[in-house]
């Protein structure tokens, strides 16, 4: 009975402020599609370093004939020097690499010949242009520094090289663009807020007369303000379901279908992804909903 | 059942207060008339009954709990045992009669079947049996005030609150107004209804309490309204009333036609009631008064069936 009847008033409610309810599932949608948007890059971001990082390794390159570093001065790396460097490592830096591969010029020359059979650029260069070096592949990718600090500046290492560095810009750019996105979902989840709270109020206005014959006959406060916080749930709800089938399609034609079809060796967010921040979507608008019915009815009607 | 202790209240700082020290005290089953001129605090005592104000000082007890220590959350359970009428009648004008009434029981949370058998037994009650499906603005306004009545009573509140109910009626459809409530009030029902209306008071005869800028000036049993001149306050000379032709006596008396609908929902009111009284109980003793006093008790009748089908059930 009395579900049915708050029901009927709710279904009343949603009727009579049609216009009203609209915009704020119009609002709750964009505002909801920018906070799952921004989710999805950070979703991104993640795959990607948990991709990536497991292939980078740190390069400790040697010092060549006539560098000009000034731990070069001695010239070209001895095999004393190189194997000192390579007691350092397996002693100092044992907890962070985790396996180390020595890279000899000829190993270095095979690679590039193998890469560029015809030469780089038109100069064929032979094996002593080539330069040794140490890979190291870390235990946590993210520790680079620690390699860095222990190898940089002895004597016959030129350079220590974060292959890292080659991706920051694309993380760079994805997480402004995550934040981006969080920023504009703010604003748009202000104006959700505002505009439930107005439509909200309108509703409470225009339904004072039963309103007040609720409160002179009785009816519990609950009662008299659970159809209101419905309307503004129900209405952000929607905006909130809208939202996750947004993302859920712009994920499966743009991503899976498109993208992942052109650039396939790249691991990218998917449906899956969606559905897991849906109840966030869900739960953000139902707060929303909540606060801002909470906030009104209080002070439109009171007992 | 309704007691005022040295009760004030002041709406704005600084300003006359609506009550000034008013004690009162209003007993089970009573009538009460509160007469005095508008601003002398009758509403304003209604509204203090109801909690819609709180009083400035002094105490108000009302169906056994001071009101003064209730909290928000009790309010309604104290609403649902009164019931209020107002002179605007205050129907959801979207609902039919069937629905306004049963409106005020589905919003306490009232199980269907019990609403599907109070609802036509209060419309009978009231004289509006066959009319449940009309809207309010194809009804008299003598109708109106039996839906309103219906929906405050509905409930069967211990106290039926009644501001200026016959204020928009003409006297012949008052008067069907007042059996209305006196027959509500034989039922152990309080009632407390605030009026300008002289003619009513002087031939109801009840306890009349009488207001003046917020003080209690005249408490009187079986009264009568007083002098309207001294109630009422005086008009000087204005440049309206003062218009050419006053004091010129009128020719005729305006004269009123009641409402016909009206009078006839007091012919039906009356005969439910006395046919519930054949059906329910054939061989009753004539009553020994003869006004009106068969139709009251055959109400009194149908409540006492009404709990005892209701206790049944709930046993």
């Known amino acids: 009975m009395r579900l049915q009847f708050v029901l009927t008033e709710v279904l009343q409610g949603l009727r009579r402020n049609l216009s009203m309810v609209i915009s704020v599932v119009l609002v709750t949608f964009v505002s909801l599609t920018f906070v799952g948007a921004a989710a999805l890059l950070q979703t991104q971001v993640t795959k990607l370093k948990g991709d990536w990082y497991d292939l980078v390794e740190v390069s400790v390159f040697l010092c060549p004939t006539g560098s000009t570093a000034p731990t070069c001065a001695d010239g070209e790396a001895t095999e004393e020097q190189v194997d000192t460097l390579e007691n350092v490592i397996d002693t100092e830096l044992s907890d962070v690499v985790a396996t180390t591969y020595f890279e000899s010029k000829a190993d270095a020359f095979e690679a590039f010949t193998q890469l560029y059979p015809d030469g780089y650029q038109g100069t064929q260069l032979t094996e002593d242009d080539m330069q040794s070096s140490f890979r190291l592949k870390l235990v946590d990718p993210e520790q680079y520094q620690v390699v860095d600090d222990v190898l940089e500046g002895r004597s016959g290492v030129e350079v220590v090289e974060d292959q890292r560095e080659v991706f920051e810009p694309l993380f760079l750019a994805l997480g402004r663009a995550s934040l981006l996105a969080a920023g504009l979902a703010g604003v748009m989840l202000l104006a959700a807020v505002l505009l439930i709270t107005t439509t909200i109020r309108l509703s409470a206005v225009s339904r004072r007369r039963e309103t007040g014959i609720m409160r002179l006959v009785g009816a519990s406060n609950l009662f008299v303000q659970l159809p209101f916080m419905l309307e503004g749930a129900i209405a952000a709800l929607v905006g909130a379901l809208l939202a996750v089938g947004g993302l859920w399609l712009a994920v499966q034609y743009l991503v899976t279908d498109w993208l992942q079809d052109s650039v396939d060796w790249v691991a990218y967010v998917d449906v899956g992804d969606v559905l897991l921040i849906a109840p966030l979507l869900i739960g953000i608008a139902v707060l929303l909903a909540v606060v801002s019915s909470v906030v009104t009815l209080n002070r439109y009607t009171r007992v | 059942m309704i007691r005022f202790e040295n009760v004030s209240k002041v709406y704005a700082r600084g300003a006359r207060p609506a009550l000034d020290d008013v004690s009162v005290d209003v007993s089970r089953g009573e009538f009460v008339f509160l007469v005095g001129a508008s601003g002398s605090g009758k509403s304003t005592f209604l509204r203090l009954v109801l909690r819609e104000e709180r009083p400035t000082g002094g105490k108000v007890y009302v169906a ?42 589905q919003v306490i949370g009232k199980p269907r ?44 509140p211990q106290i039926l609150l009644a501001d200026e ?29 605030a009026t300008h209306d002289d003619e009513i008071v002087n031939e109801m005869r009840k306890r009349v309490v009488e207001l003046s800028t917020g003080s209690v000036v005249r408490d009187e049993v079986d009264a009568v309204y007083g002098e309207r001149e001294s109630i009422l306050p005086q008009v000087g000379q204005t440049p309206v009333l003062d218009a050419p032709g006053r004091g010129a006596r009128a020719v005729q008396r305006v004269q009123v036609t009641p409402e016909p609908a009206d009078l006839e929902a007091e012919r039906a009111a009356e005969a439910a009631a006395a046919r519930t009284a054949t059906v329910q109980e054939p061989e009753r003793e004539p009553a020994p008064e003869t006004r009106g006093s068969s139709a009251d008790e055959v109400v009194q009748q149908v409540l006492r069936e009404h709990e005892r089908v209701r206790a049944g059930r709930e046993a």
Do not use: C, Y
């Not at chain 2, 037994?121 to 839906?147: F, I, N, Y």
């Not at chain 2, 006297?171 to 034989?186: A, K």
């Open chain 2, 165 to 193: 109910p016959t204020g928009n009626l003409d006297p012949t459809t008052s008067l069907g107004i007042m059996r209305l409530l006196d027959r509500i009030n034989r039922t152990g029902t309080t009632v407390v209804m």
């Open chain 2, 113 to 156: 079947h019990t609403i599907r058998t109070t609802v036509p037994e209060v419309l009978e009650m009231v004289g509006l049996d066959g009319k449940e499906k009309r809207l309010p603005h194809e009804l008299s306004g003598g109708e109106q005030q039996r839906v309103a009545i219906a929906r405050a009573f509905v409930n069967r």
């Open chain 2, 64 to 105: 056994g709990r001071d009101l003064s220590r209730l909290s928000s959350w009790k309010v309604p359970s104290l609403r649902r045992s009164i019931g209020v009428v107002f002179q605007d009648f205050r129907l959801l004008p979207g609902k039919t009669v069937h629905e306004n009434v049963a409106f005020a029981l």
